[in-house]
């Protein structure tokens, strides 16, 4: 899967009533996930993790615990490309996820769910990159 795919799929999911913790997005995400081939389960957690990574920096999550950190990233990949790229291309478009502490910690384990339901199986994923807090060491270098 690569980037455009993983947007349209995002936008494709989104639902049109609001969605405060991203639980419809993930659902419809993991249905459609799992009635996929494999490789697209596998293909969106890697594109997933490389926009958290992309979004692991010190400019948005210096006030952040761990774990709020993360699920206010995932909340950025939730709202679509655009205010994903919007985030990217201006730090203070983060604030105000981490300020109301928008989160969608469901989007993270959507591949995990889908993977699971083709295979029967869970999953020991093990992506590119890794979408945990602080683990992009260039975005936290001083």
Same mark, same amino acid.
């Given at each position: 899967?690569?980037e455009?795919?993983?947007?349209?799929?995002?936008?494709?999911?989104?639902p049109?009533?609001?969605d405060?913790?991203?639980?419809v997005?993930?659902?419809?995400?993991?249905e459609?996930?799992?009635?996929?081939?494999?490789?697209?389960?596998?293909?969106?957690a890697?594109q997933?993790?490389? @926009?958290?990574?992309?979004?692991? !920096?010190?400019e948005?999550?210096?006030? +952040?615990?761990?774990? $709020?950190?993360l699920?206010t990233? *995932? @909340?950025?990949?939730?709202?679509g !490309?655009t205010?994903?790229?919007?985030? +990217?291309?201006?730090? $203070?478009?983060?604030t105000?996820y *981490?300020i109301?502490?928008?989160?969608?910690?469901?989007l993270?384990?959507?591949?995990d769910?889908?993977?699971?339901?083709?295979?029967?199986?869970?999953w020991?994923r093990?992506?590119r990159?890794s979408?945990e807090?602080?683990?992009?060491?260039?975005?936290?270098?001083?």
């Amino acid at each position: 899967m690569n980037e455009d795919a993983f947007w349209q799929l995002i936008e494709d999911c989104r639902p049109t009533a609001p969605d405060p913790d991203a639980e419809v997005l993930a659902a419809t995400l993991t249905e459609r996930l799992a009635q996929s081939p494999l490789s697209l389960v596998i293909g969106f957690a890697e594109q997933l993790s490389w @926009a958290l990574y992309r979004l692991d !920096r010190k400019e948005y999550g210096h006030n +952040l615990s761990g774990d $709020a950190f993360l699920y206010t990233r *995932a @909340a950025v990949v939730a709202a679509g !490309r655009t205010a994903f790229d919007s985030v +990217l291309q201006d730090p $203070a478009a983060f604030t105000r996820y *981490a300020i109301d502490l928008i989160w969608a910690e469901p989007l993270l384990y959507t591949p995990d769910r889908a993977y699971e339901r083709i295979t029967g199986e869970e999953w020991d994923r093990d992506t590119r990159y890794s979408y945990e807090s602080c683990s992009n060491t260039e975005g936290w270098a001083d």
